[in-house]
């Protein structure tokens, strides 16, 4: 039985699927099982920033496996007390603290549970169109009523504003808050990024409530926009920065990275898997590839390069193209879909961000010449 019939038969099938079976990946390629090769602009859902079977990561993971794989986060451990190390030490200035755990969504949720904490309150302003992950907390805070629907009910106190209108925010925003959860770029919601003074106004109407102010920089973090992260470019420091795709160079991982002062308990919070060395040591890979590489002024020059290109002979399609860096959106006059899988016989896989946003969320390692690829057949499947 080959992959496709196997997982048709026994995965609780909760993914659209598409017709390919991805068995082998190195840098901004990948291969299906009849051996044909493929750009791929998914990267796993822009996770693998690093590229598929980055050396340095496999040989960390390889090296660690025979070493250490779980150790429960009583116990210190070498490879986590390093990663926390360097998260605070490429972290915006005054995230002090790092909480480590496994998935973008957990991340979410912890970041959640700790302004509640912290605070003592319990509502939670978010944006229309933003995207948390699928928990019951992230998704509360989650805008998109078809991800919402039939799981009711959801977390009670969260509320929603229009993304990009800071007196709509600073409305919201009063001394009942716990927090406001935010994506400096809105991924899911179809690659919006945040206008200029928009966090900014955000940090101020937390400073005067006291509510605080969270980062979504699941998708958006490590190098994905330009910047190691994507609130550097708007110069605004969260209390909490939710880390976790791109963070360990494809394997499970995830951060929230908190400012000076914010504690918990010992005991009201924890995780298994959070934190096990073997991810540890993939994620101190991965960051040190980032950084030798330079893979944030990678992405800007590489983002900048496929815009050019790509403008210059704009398909009439084309509604609006919105990038930041290598997270790059070009919303359609009509639904992508079908758009998606011209691409995909053209050798590129693509993602959407809403019906009619094509996203294009490529490893920050792909070379000119390919983002050139990625440019030339977008515009001839869109012409
Ligand atoms: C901004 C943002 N937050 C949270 C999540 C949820 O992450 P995960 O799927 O790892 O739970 C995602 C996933 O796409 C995301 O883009």
Not at 144 to 164: E, I, Q, T
């Amino acid at each position: 039985m080959n992959a496709e019939a196997a997982e048709r038969l026994f995965a609780l099938e909760v993914f659209a699927k598409r017709n390919l079976v991805i068995v082998r990946g190195r840098g901004a390629e990948v291969w299906d099982a009849k051996g044909r090769r493929y750009l791929d602009c998914v990267a796993g859902i822009g996770v693998a920033g690093v590229g598929h079977a980055n050396e340095a990561v496999a040989e960390a993971l390889a090296a660690q496996a025979r070493v250490l794989v779980a150790c429960a986060g009583v116990f210190y451990n070498d490879r986590r007390a390093a990663l926390l190390r360097k998260l605070v030490e490429i972290a915006p200035p005054g995230l002090a603290r790092a909480f480590l755990c496994n998935s973008g969504a957990e991340a979410v949720e912890a970041a959640l549970k700790f302004a509640r904490l912290h605070t003592g309150r319990a509502k939670v302003v978010a944006a229309m169109r933003g995207f948390h992950g699928r928990t019951m907390g992230a998704l509360s805070a989650t805008h998109k009523k078809a991800y919402r629907d039939g799981f009711g009910p959801l977390v009670p106190g969260f509320s929603f504003v229009p993304f990009n209108d800071p007196a709509k925010l600073r409305g919201a925003v009063d001394d009942g808050v716990a927090a406001v959860v935010l994506e400096p770029v809105q991924g899911e919601g179809g690659v919006r990024p945040a206008e200029p003074g928009y966090l900014r106004a955000a940090r101020e109407a937390c400073d005067e409530s006291g509510a605080l102010l969270v980062f979504d920089e699941v998708q958006t973090g490590f190098c994905r926009t330009g910047r190691m992260f994507a609130c550097e470019r708007h110069g605004v420091i969260p209390d909490m920065l939710c880390l976790a795709k791109g963070i360990a160079g494809g394997v499970p991982m995830a951060a929230v990275l908190c400012r000076d002062g914010l504690r918990v308990p010992p005991g009201k919070h924890g995780t298994t898997f959070g934190g096990n060395p073997l991810a540890c040591a993939a994620a101190l890979a991965a960051i040190a590839f980032m950084e030798e590489r330079r893979l944030a002024e990678r992405a800007e020059e590489l983002g900048a390069r496929f815009r050019d290109r790509f403008e210059r002979r704009l398909p009439a399609r084309v509604r609006q193209v919105r990038q930041a860096g290598l997270m790059i959106g070009v919303e359609l006059r009509e639904r992508c879909g079908p758009f998606l899988s011209a691409l995909a016989d053209r050798g590129v896989l693509a993602l959407s961000a809403g019906p009619t946003v094509l996203r294009l969320l490529p490893p920050l390692v792909a070379t000119e010449e390919q983002i050139d690829e990625v440019a030339e057949a977008l515009q001839a499947v869109l012409a």
